[in-house]
Nanobody, 122 residues
Framework: QAQLAESGGGLVQAGDSLRLSCAAS????????MAWFCQAPGKERKFVASMSRGGVTYYADSVKGRFTMSRDNAKNTAYLQMNSLKPEDTAVYYC????????????????WGQGTQVTVSS
């Protein structure tokens, strides 16, 4: 089972950009799918983006056109480029990994990072 460590969160203004990183350690097969989720205070954790090792990518409708997920398989690291940030993007962002190719919902992932806070001021 992989271990994940996120970095790159912070406090920015609306319209700014941030890039989150998620470094994975452990077997490559445990990171068949890597994903980003976010959780705002008092709300459920929700899907942001996911990417397979082969580059197949899915995005939540709310971030399409603004966020871009990428992976460096040689470094076993995933990234989330967040552009045109909005106050409603404020949340703790979690990286997740699964060996199951069809993993999509939060309950499909068993490996999680500790989370990184993203705060967008208006």
């Amino acid at each position: 089972q992989a271990q994940l460590a996120e970095s790159g969160g912070g406090l920015v203004q609306a319209g700014d950009s941030l890039r989150l990183s998620c470094a994975a350690s452990g077997r490559a097969s445990s990171t068949t799918i890597m994903a980003w989720f976010c959780q705002a205070p008092g709300k459920e954790r929700k899907f942001v983006a996911s990417m397979s090792r082969g580059g197949v990518t899915y995005y939540a409708d709310s971030v399409k056109g603004r966020f871009t997920m990428s992976r460096d398989n040689a470094k076993n690291t995933a990234y989330l480029q967040m552009n045109s940030l909005k106050p409603e993007d404020t949340a703790v962002y979690y990286c997740a990994a699964s060996s199951w190719y069809n993993a999509r919902a939060a309950q499909d992932f068993v490996t999680w990072g500790q989370g990184t806070q993203v705060t967008v001021s208006s």
